[in-house]
């Protein structure tokens, strides 16, 4: 019943074939190629109810011949042997299976002409790929053993034969099989790599010579490449009939009781003897001093070479059960309704449990076949089987109710090189209705940051800007370690593309500007804006748009709600450094950590110049507001990784500047600009993203 459904079945060739085998789909025995094993000697397999015997050349090498048909009173071919009923090989379309033979797999399904399952198909993993027992999935190999990986982990397929685009996701700790976007298909001779596994044309069903009478049964053609299936010449019948020790002729010459010219009659000159065995029983004598090898054999035998012996009987029996020669029957049902049959033995589906097999979905605890039921939970154990209802993201603790709650990590300040690392975590984002100053768009939600990221120290500078962009918006030579203003989102955007440039990182955005020529005089025509005399206007880069944002290995703005938790460092309070007294006089927390209206005298002031967080970082309150990367929402809710509206053209300021009051200070507080209108207080800070996803 199937391609290459490895049973072995230690039986002469001669009693499956009438003819002797050949070669298989490689071409047989050729001087010129090195020797190959395609399968073990004796092994027999089945091909669409056709039976194939796996011998070995006069080279030693190992081929599978062409397929026979069963004879008529056992059509079916089920597990490498005739059978009179077919019977299920497999336990479930789709499932598959490693095979134990070097590096290779078969699926279940249904093939022939019959309503069983079959397995598929032989096919092989990739060369740096092993066959998972549990799954029969092909995985990434580390030296001999799966790849370890984090969850939410992925890894990048190479594109290998005709499949391409593909994704690994990590699965119980290790990289599981490729999710291709175009193929795998099963092998076909056509010199291309179909099935993905790094090898062109291998594993192929072989594909049955024109003349298979006598001498010429089982002969098959080779795989030609591109060309296809090439037909059998002379030399390659000589060939086939030398691997079995017989004679080839074109034209019959030699009596030797075989076909050697392959037309179906037997010592066809006039001078030879002619077998007579046509009522004669097995292994008496055939008239011209040989036996005859088929016949008649008592009640339970078959003839064999030229001999009776035992004939296997598994219809109606279980698995593993007598065949009535002394060999457990390799098909058959199993008394266990979670367990199937496999050569002879009932192996479980899914899950063996202190000797029973436990249904789908279920575990061992305690000795015994358990269904978890994590219902309404989150985390934790479930309190049934014991077994973990999930684990909570970054930044959240599972409660004994089982829930996920949001709890903000200790901060560590970590800076190095200008750079402040800012830990993924959970964090109450938005202020509390008490909160003196609030404004009506700060309502409090959740937020789960999954990704660590690097934050400047400080605000961009003017000598900064200069150096890398080539012209700067405000007067260096006034005060080089100001902060740059009068910047448009646009020219942030064009300075962290730049930045990522220089360090060889991605880039996060896209000139979608025209490029013209721009000045005072002269300007860009809405959206672009003149920067350096040049129309610029940017957006997020198709790959990283939208959620994809934290994606960017580059340099980027941060979003709303990483600026705020990069602010806050682990503080529940107003300002980071504990509450504020007022909202337009002077505030002594105010005071400490930034240059505001009561104490900047209206002017920017040089960075890393008051108290900073405890993440390492300044002046995120006053000095200048900063741009981040989202479009403004006025609703905000809970959510993990948010990147602000989809829709509408100003994007978020925060942090307050030089000029205001200390109630936009706050960490809470929000504002938004037209992202073409420079302010001459507003500049900005990058981040860059340093960790995927966490669990």
Not at 20 to 42: A, H, W, Y
Not at 76 to 86: K, L, P, V
Not at 322 to 333: I, Y
Request: glycine share 12%; with cysteine.
């Amino acid at each position: 019943m199937r391609i290459l459904g490895l049973s072995i079945l230690i039986i002469s060739c001669t009693a499956c074939l009438e003819g002797k085998p050949l070669p298989s789909s490689d071409g047989g025995p050729d001087s010129s190629r090195s020797c190959t094993q395609n399968c073990t000697q004796g092994e027999s397999a089945c091909v669409k109810d056709q039976l194939m015997l796996c011998i070995k050349d006069e080279k030693g090498c190992t081929h599978w011949t062409a397929p026979q048909p069963c004879p008529s009173d056992r059509p079916h071919c089920s597990n490498g042997r005739c059978e009179a009923q077919c019977t299920d090989e497999c336990a479930q379309i789709g499932q598959r299976r490693c095979t134990g033979v070097g590096n290779q797999y078969q699926i279940c399904g249904q093939f022939d002409s019959d309503t069983c399952r079959d397995w598929g198909q032989l096919a092989s993993c990739g060369t740096d790929e092993l066959c998972l027992e549990k799954t029969g999935q092909c995985i990434p190999s580390c030296d001999g053993k799966p790849c370890e990986c984090s969850p939410g982990q992925t890894q990048t397929c190479p594109d290998v034969g005709i499949c391409k685009g593909g994704i690994r996701s990590c699965q119980d700790g290790y990289f599981g099989p490729c999710a291709w976007v175009v193929g795998p298909k099963p092998e076909v001779c056509d010199g291309v790599d179909n099935d993905c596994n790094n090898k062109i044309d291998d594993q192929l069903p072989p594909e049955g010579c024109a003349k298979q009478e006598g001498v010429c049964q089982g002969s098959v053609k080779p795989c030609g490449g591109t060309s296809g299936w090439l037909d059998c010449t002379e030399s390659d019948y000589q060939a086939h009939a030398k691997s079995s020790g017989l004679t080839y002729e074109a034209t019959e010459t030699i009596c030797d009781s075989h076909d050697n010219d392959c037309n179906g009659a037997v010592d066809e000159p006039s001078d030879c003897c002619k077998p007579d065995c046509a009522t004669k029983a097995c292994g008496d004598p055939d008239g011209c001093g040989g036996t005859c090898q088929t016949g008649t054999c008592p009640p339970g035998q078959e003839c064999q070479a030229g001999k009776c012996v035992c004939k296997p009987d598994c219809a109606g029996k279980d698995c593993g059960a007598d065949d009535g020669c002394g060999s457990p029957c390799p098909t058959g049902p199993c008394p266990d309704p979670n367990a199937s049959c496999d050569a002879g033995v009932c192996k479980c589906d899914f899950v063996e449990c202190s000797g029973k097999c436990c249904a789908s979905g279920d575990v061992c605890a305690s000795g015994a076949c358990c269904t978890p039921d994590c219902t309404g939970l989150e985390c934790g154990p479930d309190p049934k089987c014991g077994t973990s209802c999930g684990t909570c993201a970054n930044g959240q603790v599972c409660l004994p109710k089982g829930t996920c709650s949001c709890q903000m990590p200790a901060p560590q300040k970590a800076c190095t090189g200008g750079w402040c690392t800012v830990p993924a975590g959970c964090f109450k984002m938005g202020s509390p209705q008490g909160e003196l100053c609030r404004g009506s768009d700060e309502a409090q939600h959740q937020i789960t940051l999954s990704h660590a990221i690097q934050v400047a120290e400080t605000e961009v500078t003017c000598s900064a800007f200069q150096a890398l962009m080539g012209y700067s918006t405000t007067s260096v030579s006034d005060c080089s370690d100001c902060p740059v203003a009068s910047v448009a989102w646009h020219e942030a955007a064009a300075f962290c593309n730049a930045r990522s440039k220089k360090d060889g990182h991605a880039e996060c955005y896209v000139d979608k500007g025209s490029g013209a020529a721009c000045s005072p005089t002269s300007p860009c025509a809405a959206p672009e804006v003149c920067a350096n005399k040049k129309c610029i206007s940017f957006e997020a880069a198709a790959t990283y748009a939208g959620s994809k944002v934290y994606d960017c290995p580059g340099y980027r703005l941060p979003t709303e709600a990483e600026w705020e938790y990069a602010y806050r460092a682990g503080a529940p309070s107003a300002l980071y450094n504990g509450a504020i007294t007022a909202c337009a006089a002077a505030d002594t927390n105010a005071d400490a950590i930034a240059w505001y209206d009561k104490n900047s005298a209206g002017d920017v002031h040089p960075v890393g110049g008051k108290l900073a967080n405890d993440y390492g970082l300044s002046d995120m309150a006053g000095n200048v507001e900063e741009w981040c990367s989202d479009r403004y929402q006025a609703t905000l809710a809970t959510a993990t990784d948010p990147w602000g509206a989809t829709s509408g053209t100003e994007r978020v300021v925060r942090g307050g500047h030089a000029g205001a009051p200390a109630g936009k200070l706050r960490a809470a507080a929000r504002a938004k600009a037209d992202p073409a209108t420079p302010h001459n207080r507003r500049g900005f800070r990058c981040v860059r993203t340093i960790s995927p996803p966490s669990p």
